[in-house]
């Protein structure tokens, strides 16, 4: 949110040249009052929320926020990664010509996948050593000790990952709820926006005009339309 504020202030500013201009005494002026209330919210969640995966609508707590959860990122780094020296091992020992895959699961948290061909002769041969799960469109996946010893560690480190995020993703609402009365005022202000906008879009579409608002007079008061038009009517009966 605070990222489309900056765009839309940024956008303002270049096209609003008029420093007396509505929209910049009315709109622009107080959004930016309100962004730079915002610095030390934008510096918070920039330094504890993964940015990279956030852009993927994947909101996570950055490890190297906490040493805690760094420790647990780096533990579960280093089971991923046996997990794929494991791979390559059984690769080897089933002495196949196509590779072997190594893919999440959510029955099973990782697996083994490979041509049921070439790999269905391997795993006979490796008396009981590895488990096949399923067979599916000549596709067959497996597993065996080694892989679930490493999911169990895998699993716990992942639990204990999530507990420690659930923590600081509580401090973290606990600070941002502080925001919102600025939160408020910035709705405010958006509206106001976004209806000014309707209203330019619908006069610009049917070539509405600006009253003139005469200065006060009581002997000559009056209203005085040109060509006026019931707007409602109109789009019902344009003729």
Excluded: W
């Amino acid at each position: 949110m605070i990222h489309t504020l900056e765009s839309l202030c940024q956008y303002l500013d270049d096209n609003v040249m008029d420093d007396n201009h509505a929209i910049r005494t009315q709109v622009l002026d107080p959004l930016k009052s309100t962004l730079d209330e915002f610095t030390k919210l934008k510096s918070m969640l920039e330094e504890c929320i993964d940015i990279g995966k956030a852009k993927q609508n994947d909101y996570i707590i950055n490890p190297d926020f906490s040493p805690e959860l760094k420790e647990l990122n780096s533990d579960i780094q280093v089971i991923r990664e046996k997990m794929e020296a494991l791979k390559s091992h059984v690769e080897s020992d089933l002495g196949i010509t196509k590779r072997v895959d190594l893919v999440e699961s959510n029955l099973h948290t990782f697996m083994f996948e490979v041509d049921k061909k070439e790999g269905d002769a391997g795993v006979r041969k490796s008396n009981n050593q590895y488990k096949i799960i399923s067979i599916k469109n000549r596709i067959m996946s497996f597993t065996c000790g080694e892989l679930k010893e490493l999911v169990r560690e895998y699993n716990e480190l992942e639990d204990n990952y999530k507990a420690q995020q659930d923590e600081l993703v509580q401090k973290v609402l606990e600070i941002a709820s502080t925001y919102y009365p600025l939160l408020e005022r910035v709705s405010i202000v958006v509206s106001q926006l976004d209806v000014l906008s309707a209203f330019a879009q619908v006069s610009a579409n049917y070539s509405y005009v600006q009253p003139t608002i005469c200065a006060d007079d009581e002997t000559n008061q009056r209203v005085l339309l040109v060509d006026s038009r019931h707007p409602l009517i109109e789009v019902q009966d344009p003729a």
